[in-house]
């Protein structure tokens, strides 16, 4: 389970995870719209590793568990299903995912489950209800935002990207975007961009403190 602010790097880090897989040892079944419910869980399982769904629910169910289990027994590869924004996910649909995860008396399980999700998901462990789940998880993480230091670097690298070498941000400029941003990558993002507009528009060659400042409310005036 990997769980993290909107804007955090999930996504991200989450290609990264996928891309680092061998093809050979893992297949990759990523469902990114967990409101479809269970049902349409069990088709993209199915569709995924080359079968048919069947049309009642139920036969769903253990046709996704058996279709899983023959990707391991039978090509030698191990399904890692990635659910993408779980924590849409109700206490019936978590519990049906631990469900799928029995196999052979609970004494191996042939695949790999991804949950990723915002921080509510963790919360949402906590229960009783769903204690049978929350023991399943093996690895549980929990994305922190970056650090000043982190932000510093993270603004410095991408102008070196497109060939920028010399200082484009002053310091004060980036300090005001890590103090108004919380250090949420996706958020530095937007508001780095709309300091180089400010900073263009009144024709500086540098992203100095006032331009930052004015692109925070120009920002937040439009949200």
Same mark, same amino acid.
């Given at each position: 389970m990997v769980t993290g602010e909107v804007g955090s790097g999930k996504t991200v880090a989450l290609k990264g995870a996928v891309a680092s897989l061998a093809p050979a040892r893992f297949t990759v079944i990523y469902q990114p719209n967990p409101e479809v419910g269970m049902r349409g869980l069990y088709e993209r399982i199915i569709t995924s590793l080359g079968g048919t769904p069947k049309y009642q629910c139920a036969a769903l169910a253990a046709q996704a568990s058996a279709a899983l289990t023959a990707e391991v027994d039978e090509r030698g590869r191990t399904p890692a299903v990635v659910i993408d924004e779980s924590h849409l996910l109700d206490h019936h649909e978590l519990d049906a995912i631990r469900t799928l995860t029995n196999y052979d008396m609970d004494s191996t399980t042939p695949f790999a489950v991804l949950l990723i999700g915002q921080p509510t998901l963790r919360k949402r462990m906590k229960p009783g209800v769903l204690a049978a789940l929350d023991q399943r998880i093996s690895v549980s993480y929990q994305m922190p935002t970056m650090? $000043?230091?982190?932000?510093?670097?993270?603004? $410095?690298?991408?102008?070196?990207?497109?060939?920028?070498?010399?200082?484009?941000?002053?310091?004060?400029?980036?300090?005001?975007?890590?103090?108004?941003? &919380?250090?949420?990558? &996706?958020s530095v993002n937007n508001i780095a961009r709309q300091s180089l507009i400010a900073a263009f528009t009144e024709e500086k060659g540098i992203v100095d403190e006032p331009s930052t400042r004015a692109a925070i409310t120009e920002t937040h005036a439009t949200e």
């Open positions: 650090s $000043k230091e982190e932000t510093a670097s993270y603004i $410095k690298h991408h102008p070196t990207i497109v060939g920028r070498q010399d200082t484009l941000f002053s310091d004060d400029a980036v300090e005001l975007i890590h103090l108004t941003i &919380r250090g949420l990558p &996706r």
